[in-house]
């Protein structure tokens, strides 16, 4: 006669029970990380213009093709063109080869032959900007790089390491190392 001491058999039974309904439910952890990482939205030949609370437009993004991660809602642009727009008549307008959105439109990073463009008005000179990254808040106005830029306003091309500009006020502060010459008519 066989005895079988059940006392040992109990625990590991429970626990070949607690494995088995952990592994089940395990995959759909692993489907949903797949599927936050892959796009929910596709689109292409986009135009989208957010307004504030009087109906003026805010910012406007243009792209040929724009991809949504669920993570983070985060947002892919390729060769995409922001305009935000200010107090003053004339808006900036930055264009680069990519950009990523994340938080909505909370945070826009931008890398590679970045350009920002601004016509003149009655505050601030016409200005061109060129840097290889920029970070930019449309909601605070505010862009910023830790990278070399290129700054170009009439008669007058500065070089810098860095850059922080309040797009509101047109007030553009250079971090370090600016060198700046003067070029009659270079815009």
């Known amino acids: 006669m066989i005895r079988v001491n059940f006392n040992y058999i109990t625990p590991i039974l429970i ?12 995959p759909s952890t692993v ?47 390729t ?15 930055i264009t680069s080869q990519y950009a990523k959105a994340t938080d909505g439109a909370n945070k826009v990073d931008f890398w590679e ?4 463009q601004h016509t003149g008005d009655t ?15 449309p909601e605070l106005q505010t862009a910023q790089t830790e990278d070399p830029i290129t700054l170009i306003q009439p008669s007058i091309v500065v070089k810098s390491i860095g850059m922080y500009a309040d797009m509101d006020s047109g007030n553009i502060k250079l971090l370090s190392e600016a060198v700046g010459e003067y070029v009659p008519d270079k815009m």
């Not at 063109?81 to 004339?90: A, F, H, I």
């Not at 032959?113 to 920002?116: D, F, G, R, S």
Request: proline share 9%.
């Open 31 to 77: 489907t949903d990380s797949i599927r936050s990482s892959l796009p929910d939205a596709i689109m292409e030949d986009v135009v989208s213009v957010a307004y504030d609370k009087q109906g003026k437009p805010r910012i406007k993004i243009a792209t040929p093709r724009m991809v949504h991660y669920l993570d983070n809602d985060a947002t892919d642009l």
């Open 15 to 26: 626990s070949l029970i607690v494995l088995t309904f952990a592994l089940m439910y395990r």
């Open 123 to 137: 505050s601030t000179p016409t200005t061109l900007i060129k840097t290889p990254t920029l970070t930019v808040h």
């Open 79 to 93: 060769t995409p063109e922001v305009t935000l727009y200010r107090k003053s008549p004339q808006p900036w307008r």
């Open 113 to 116: 032959n970045v350009i920002i």
